[in-house]
């Protein structure tokens, strides 16, 4: 009869996700995951393949509850306005981004390409619904690699502290997506 499971995936990814977190991807190692979840080392080789596969598994995880995350905000929101979707997804990300700021960037690291196709086109579902609707089929793709690229500039110097000149943050993200919406929309 075989030994009882000690662990799950699951649990030997969330434990990744924490450490990351905690202590940066760079501190991420088997061994500490290992000793988060109560396992030996090689035990931990049964749920994953090594610390790459882990970390993209790891990106996956985040790619999944963003995408969540959004398509709750928007359904939660049931706006006609385009341009107020868009806030509201943009809202979403921020504050997924500031709940996970170091895991958040696996989403956009081509070395963990954030898992699956499928996951990172269902993280983005949300979004490039609403920038169809702002920009146009025809623009969709586009337009959400417009919002994407602002949303990550954004938020990353808001959570590096690299806002230097003074003025309202709030104010400039504010303006900045009324901006957005209003590029986008002219783009029909």
Avoid: C
């Avoid at 190692?29 to 988060?36: D, L, N, Y």
């Avoid at 997804?89 to 921020?94: I, P, S, T, W």
């Avoid at 959570?159 to 943050?169: E, N, S, Y």
């Amino acid at each position: 009869m075989p030994a009882p499971a000690r662990t799950t995936t699951d649990a030997v990814v969330s434990a990744a996700h924490e450490l990351i977190e905690r202590d940066g991807l760079d501190a991420l190692t088997m061994q500490r995951v290992a000793a988060a979840v109560g396992v030996k080392g090689p035990s931990l080789y049964k749920r994953v393949d090594g610390r790459e596969a882990l970390v993209a598994l790891v990106a996956e995880g985040v790619a999944a509850a963003l995408g969540e995350e959004m398509e709750e905000a928007l359904a939660g929101a049931a706006h006609s306005d385009p341009a107020a979707d868009l806030r509201v997804v943009a809202e979403a990300f921020r504050s997924f981004a500031r709940r996970n700021p170091a895991t958040y960037p696996l989403l956009f690291s081509p070395q963990h390409a954030a898992g699956s196709a499928e996951a990172r086109l269902r993280s983005v579902a949300p979004l490039r619904r609403v920038v169809a609707r702002l920009a146009g089929a025809e623009h969709e793709l586009a337009a959400a690699r417009m919002v994407t690229a602002w949303a990550i500039g954004f938020v990353s110097m808001e959570l590096a502290g690299a806002f230097q000149l003074g003025g309202d943050v709030e104010e400039a993200w504010e303006f900045s997506l009324e901006g957005l919406a209003r590029a986008l929309s002219g783009s029909r």
